[in-house]
């Protein structure tokens, strides 16, 4: 089976196209939003629960009081936005009670007034995780549940056949976390134990990886009316080969080495998630403070700040300033809350994201050697920015330290953008002259790899020589 049907969103979608997501926290919407984010412009508004619930519904519930934003905030959006595609997926129908499933259609229905294209991504049979009535976490198949079904079908119902579009899928497996809906993987990879639904145990279903369906789906936007993700390698699964088979199977190898890629520990994971018992942040501390052991006294003798790229460089910072008993600055900072730019792959994207994205404190680095602090060197075009603030507030000299050794590989698991890697296309001389820096001094690729399989991140492939 193929791990994508084709990579390249920019041959399907002008470049005007702009997303807004609705329910951007559920899984397939999350993985959606990575992808899309590639290549074109994509908002995201998250779903909370008004009181706090637990992590499994419970299957003899009626749903959650989800809050849910009015439709005409979503329509101020849309027009701050210039969002001419609003596209959300049936996972949000898993979870709300009746009276907010009905206010939920009533949102859509205003928001049908105004001129914007609704995509509605109907998943036939997600792998819902619940608790049944005796409290055990159980796997249901919700094609067999009449109710799923008939929200499904009264949410189609208010759509415009000759306007919107109905994209039918069944269904899929990412490596993505979620802060209101549990992933099956998670639960796989943990062997943590649970139950299936005994009536649903011999209806067979289709399984794919989640990048199938949205790279097909990218492809099929501009169509109206409805269309069915259709994939020659489709896998005719049932809940008893889940529960039984699912590690032995290729779809589930390839979502298991998306969810160990290390970049999620350095890049991804928010500092307050918990892996393996240990914050992010002190994952990320321990790391700075291995890259001390690659810094030569003479260096470490001439710097005279630490400074981190925000955010992502700021837990390493602190490991590496209190290894090398140098001053910790935060002498550089984010303008403003506008998101991060490791999934924009369109090079004049990310180079405009990064310009309104980072400034600078010149008089905290005026006449000073700094030391700036990355997670990783991918295109390079973050530090390039960087050293250019750098070089219009009169510091002396500047090191580059990463976090991360040396990338060297595209990822094979679609984890990062198709892109050049500086690595690719400059020696290691070559790319110190690039940035016009006095040294750059990576992390020891033994003690990476060490560390992030420490906290439970194996893979790092992208960071060994093919």
Request: aromatic share 12%; net charge neutral.
């Amino acid at each position: 089976m193929k791990n994508v049907i084709d990579k390249d969103v920019n041959l399907f979608l002008p470049k005007k196209y702009n997303f807004l997501l609705l329910g951007g926290n559920f899984l397939l919407s999350k993985r959606l939003y990575e992808i899309t984010k590639r290549q074109f412009e994509i908002k995201r508004v998250d779903y909370e629960f008004s009181t706090i619930e637990e992590y499994f519904p419970c299957i003899n519930a009626s749903g959650f009081d989800i809050y849910l934003e009015p439709a005409q905030k979503i329509q101020t959006m849309v027009d701050l936005y210039n969002s001419n595609f609003l596209i959300l997926t049936s996972e949000i129908l898993l979870f709300l009670n009746d009276s907010k499933f009905y206010e939920f259609l009533e949102v859509i229905k205003q928001l049908k007034k105004i001129k914007i294209k609704i995509i509605f991504i109907s998943i036939e049979n997600p792998l819902h995780l619940c608790k049944n009535s005796d409290k055990q976490i159980e796997l249901s198949n919700m094609f067999s549940k009449s109710w799923y079904k008939k929200r499904i079908n009264d949410l189609e119902d208010l759509l415009d056949t000759k306007k919107d579009l109905v994209y039918n899928c069944s269904s899929y497996i990412t490596y993505l976390k979620s802060n209101i809906q549990a992933n099956i993987v998670d639960l796989i990879k943990s062997n943590h134990q649970f139950e299936l639904c005994l009536d649903d145990c011999n209806n067979n279903f289709d399984l794919h990886i989640a990048d199938n369906i949205i790279y097909d789906f990218i492809s099929k936007i501009n169509e109206i009316g409805r269309t069915n993700y259709k994939s020659e390698n489709s896998k005719k699964i049932n809940l008893l080969f889940v529960k039984n088979s699912l590690t032995d199977d290729f779809l589930f190898s390839h979502v298991l080495n998306q969810s160990n890629c290390s970049v999620n520990l350095i890049y991804r994971k928010k500092s307050y998630e918990i892996e393996n018992n240990r914050s992010v942040a002190n994952w990320r501390y321990d790391l700075g403070c291995s890259l001390a052991k690659n810094v030569s006294k003479e260096i470490q003798d001439e710097i005279d700040i630490i400074v981190p790229v925000p955010e992502t460089g700021k837990y390493y910072a602190q490991g590496l300033s209190n290894s090398l008993s140098k001053p910790y600055v935060e002498a550089l900072y984010k303008k403003s809350e506008i998101g991060r730019s490791f999934d924009i792959a369109n090079t004049e994207k990310r180079e405009k994201f990064l310009d309104s994205k980072l400034g600078i404190l010149e008089d905290l680095v005026a006449d000073k050697v700094v030391g700036i602090v990355d997670e990783a060197i991918f295109t390079g075009q973050t530090l390039k920015l960087v050293k250019s603030l750098l070089d219009s507030s009169s510091v002396r000299k500047v090191y580059f330290f990463i976090a991360s050794s040396e990338c060297v590989s595209e990822c094979k698991y679609n984890m990062m953008p198709e892109r050049n890697l500086l690595s690719n296309i400059k020696t290691k001389d070559e790319i110190i002259e690039y940035f016009n820096v006095e040294g750059i001094i990576y992390q020891d690729l033994i003690r990476y790899k060490n560390l992030t399989k420490l906290s439970g991140f194996t893979c790092s492939s992208c960071f060994e020589k093919k």
